[in-house]
């Protein structure tokens, strides 16, 4: 059984989709850690609510290894799965977890990424591009931002109707639908 961290900043819902998703399948994998850089934030919340720790992390921390790699091993961590975590891994972890940590991006990478990329900035530069589709990229993670090897993507239509709250719409749906099953695929074989 592989244990997993999900890195996260913000509201949650793919840490939870995910969480649930292998609470009904613990032969497969479990969440042991969620680890979160703003106390605010929702995921803690959820977290807490599926009786998973949770760490609350400040960017020095995230930039320690010994502290990183400590907290890490405390919780026997196979896997990171970035769930909208807006840090930069550091090269440390990158090295350590090789093609061990994942991430999602509300875009088809290599379009709309990067640096400040995220969330609704993406949804915003899709609509004013004038795309036609849009969609979700699974990727390993690597010291660059949004640059490591593609495992999946999904595509959605962008209508002339849309708004950046559609597609945001649009992109949870297929988060939701995709990303715990893409983690069993390529990490839980």
Do not use: W
């Not at 977890?97 to 640096?115: A, C, E, F």
């Amino acid at each position: 059984m592989k244990k997993i961290a999900i890195f996260a900043s913000g509201n949650g819902s793919n840490a939870e989709n995910i969480i649930r998703y292998f609470n009904e399948k613990p032969q497969l994998a479990e969440v042991s850690l969620v680890v979160c850089n703003k106390s605010d934030a929702g995921v803690l919340k959820r977290a807490e609510d599926f009786g998973v720790p949770t760490a609350i992390i400040s960017k020095s921390e995230l930039n320690n290894s010994d502290f990183m790699l400590g907290l890490l091993q405390k919780h026997s961590v196979d896997i990171i799965v970035l769930a909208g975590f807006l840090l930069m891994i550091p090269a440390f972890l990158t090295n350590h977890y090789k093609n061990r940590i994942v991430n999602i991006h509300p875009s088809l990478l290599p379009d709309y990424g990067g640096k400040g990329m995220f969330g609704r900035h993406v949804h915003e530069a899709v609509i004013a591009a004038g795309e036609k589709q849009t969609g979700i990229t699974i990727h390993l993670v690597t010291d660059k931002y949004d640059d490591g090897a593609i495992l999946f993507q999904a595509k959605t239509e962008v209508t002339a109707e849309d708004t950046p709250e559609s597609v945001e719409a649009k992109i949870h749906h297929l988060e939701k639908k995709y990303f715990p099953q893409m983690i069993e695929k390529f990490f839980c074989p």
